[in-house]
């Protein structure tokens, strides 16, 4: 079905091939997955099968025809064989499913009666019957997935050449997407898939071939990924601002607990006791400390404006309860610092800011401050 002979293939402009002297036969109905790292030669051996290049050395055979023999006029007849599915779908948005999969049989002229029965068959064996009226961006993308590959089956193609079929798609649907190409391949269509995806491999145990920068390293009838070094890493990157953001959320629901505990009379800084019968302490003032604790945490992850800091420390002091008489007086337990040596501490209250109400500039700490603040944006 394929024959690689010695293939090597030059780009214009590099100084190193994208595949040397690579050699390798595919035989009709089998299954062969082409793994490697990115730049690897995978998707150009695909583009060398489709005949969108040609090899600078050596000859590439499919279906029996030398490619390099075959004129640019036979091209379009040489590809209604072979059936191409891509990573990035490549629907028409303004075609409705049904539309989308017809187009590739009228484009080659076949009659309105052969589109009418085969289009239906074809949705039917990937999954999609019921939707022939959807437009893509009605569907989701295993559905859009599914769509491409109906388009690429539509024809009947001996052989079908997939590039990273599951690239997009989360892995719920990527296990649908390779259970559909493996009943595909069980009908007897040849498939060619090129993939990161480490773990189908493994699982399936097809033929496998790999290719590192641009020479085949190994052909294995069945095997697994092999070496996954060069898979890039899921580990995300460290979002500029996230953790001035986590810290504020952490504050918020302290200064919330503390509030409520105020409320209540209770100390919020305290352990609770296991003895349902504890008594109540009624000290207002270390109540006042744990808020005050919390606003402090607050300023130290995210800038505030000596402004929001008085309207701030306002509302505040409006929702503040009156102590009772029978409470010791705040002098007694908390010695008064000289205004010389404080500083006004914004305290946030709950009901008038949300963490998902803050400006961008603002969540990455990067709004405007005043020049006499000793917090700075956060880095």
């Keep these: 079905m394929i024959r690689f002979e010695n293939v090597t293939k030059r780009f214009r402009g590099t100084s190193k091939p994208a595949l040397s002297d690579v ?41 029996g025809r ?24 490549r629907l028409l948005p303004t075609k409705t499913v049904f539309q989308n999969v017809a187009f590739t049989l009228q ?36 559905e859009q997935q599914r769509v491409a590959i109906a388009r690429a089956l539509v024809n009947r193609p001996q052989i079908l050449l997939a590039d990273e079929p599951t690239g997009n798609l989360d892995p719920a649907t990527s296990v649908d997407i390779m259970q559909l190409l493996a009943r595909i391949n069980a009908g007897g269509t040849t498939v060619v898939m090129a993939t990161h995806e480490a773990g189908f491999v493994d699982q399936m145990q097809r033929r496998v071939i790999e290719l590192r920068h641009g020479e085949m390293v190994r052909d294995e009838r069945h095997g697994g990924y092999g070496d996954r070094s060069a898979l890039p890493s899921l580990a995300p990157e460290p979002e500029r601002g996230a953790a001035a953001v986590a ?22 800084t305290a352990v609770p006791p296991d003895d ?31 402004a929001e800091a008085q309207q701030a420390e306002a509302l505040a002091h409006a929702d503040e309860e009156p102590v009772a008489d029978d409470a010791p007086p705040a002098e007694a337990s908390v010695a008064p610092v000289p205004a010389s040596q404080t500083q006004a501490i914004p305290v946030i209250d709950l009901e008038q800011i949300e963490v998902a109400e803050l400006g961008l500039a603002d969540r990455l700490g990067l709004g405007e401050t005043d020049p006499d603040d000793e917090v700075g944006p956060t880095s």
């Design 107 to 142: 484009v080659i002229g076949s009659s309105r009666g052969f589109i009418q029965q085969a289009v239906p068959e074809v949705l039917a064996l990937v999954g999609l019957a019921g939707k022939e009226k959807r437009f893509p961006h009605e569907l989701s993308g295993g």
């Design 23 to 63: 050699d390798f036969e595919v035989q009709r109905g089998e299954f062969v997955f082409l793994v490697g790292a990115s730049g690897s030669g995978k998707s150009s051996c695909l583009r060398l099968v489709l005949r969108e290049e040609t090899p600078s050395e050596g000859r590439v055979v499919v279906l």
């Design 66 to 89: 030398d490619l390099r023999t075959l004129s640019n006029r036979k091209v379009p007849y040489f590809r209604r064989h072979i059936g191409a599915v891509f990573q990035d779908f």
């Design 247 to 268: 810290a504020l959320t952490a504050v918020l629901e302290v200064q919330r607990e503390a509030a409520i505990a105020a409320a209540a009379g209770l100390d919020p």
């Design 276 to 306: 349902d019968e504890a008594e109540v302490p009624a000290d207002a003032a270390s109540a006042s400390a744990g808020v005050a604790a919390a606003a402090a945490a607050a300023a130290a992850a995210v800038a505030v404006t000596a």
